[in-house]
């Protein structure tokens, strides 16, 4: 069965300190991964996502993942953080053919000046 | 760019009522996808469709049902309303080819329900 990780309930960093959560899955096939993030009460914006060929991909806001196959890992890292990426961060698993999103627990990032 | 809209944005329902969520997906989408977010929780798949057919099923209690219409919008029904029921309701949308793999889900901005 797919099932996602993510081993840091809560993060507090320093503005303009470097940012790395942390995102293990399990999936039987070629996984699809891809972090969102959401702003409280807010829906799911996506960040950015894999699907194949380069293991270092680009999103949004400055972010950016590492896929890691041996290590069943996509952890998402972001040089500087700003006091505007506090949210919470979902990793989350897809198969082909649309199917369902299984999301981890969600890591919520505090942002201190 | 159109994103997807959710209708009603929050909902107060007391128990044992029904309430009807709608889901008006990205233009030319043609995957709508149902989940459910408890407090504190992370979004739960209900319900899926691709072309106004079922094409997953999820943790989706008996008493909720759903479809997409001709139009690709969705409707989620829930009868018999419990106070457990009381969450964000996420619909998301898609573009999946055939043959060619999943594509990344849109989410809308939920539909806050609240069971009293």
């Known amino acids: 069965a797919q099932s996602v990780t993510q081993p840091d309930i809560h993060i507090t960093v320093s503005e303009g300190a470097s940012l790395e959560l942390r995102c293990n899955y399990s999936?039987?096939?070629?996984?699809?991964l891809f972090w969102y993030v959401q702003s409280p009460g807010q829906g799911l914006q996506l960040l950015l996502k894999y699907f194949s060929g380069d293991t270092l991909v680009q999103g949004i806001k400055g972010f950016e993942a590492e896929f890691k196959r041996s290590q069943s890992s996509f952890n998402l890292r972001k040089p500087s953080v700003h006091w505007s990426d506090a949210a919470e961060y979902f990793c989350a698993v897809g198969g082909e053919y649309g199917n369902k999103l299984v999301f981890g627990a969600g890591t919520i990032l505090r942002v201190k000046s | 760019a159109a994103g997807v809209i959710q209708s009603p944005r929050h909902l107060i329902k007391e128990k044992r009522e029904t309430a009807t969520l709608k889901c008006y997906p990205i233009?030319?989408?043609?995957?709508v996808y149902w989940y459910q977010q408890g407090p504190g929780q992370d979004p739960q798949f209900l319900i899926s469709?691709?072309?106004?057919?079922?094409?997953d099923k999820g943790s989706i209690p008996d008493r909720f049902s759903a479809q997409q219409f001709s139009d690709y919008h969705s409707e989620l029904n829930m009868s018999s309303l419990e106070l457990g029921d009381s969450a964000l309701y996420f619909c998301?949308?898609?573009?999946?080819?055939?043959?060619?793999?999943?594509?990344?889900?849109?989410f809308g901005p939920g539909t806050r329900l609240t069971v009293t």
């Open positions: 233009p030319r989408h043609d995957t």
């Open positions: 999936y039987g096939a070629t996984p699809y």
């Open positions: 998301a949308s898609s573009l999946t080819y055939l043959g060619q793999g999943a594509y990344e889900q849109y």
């Open positions: 469709f691709y072309e106004k057919m079922q094409s």
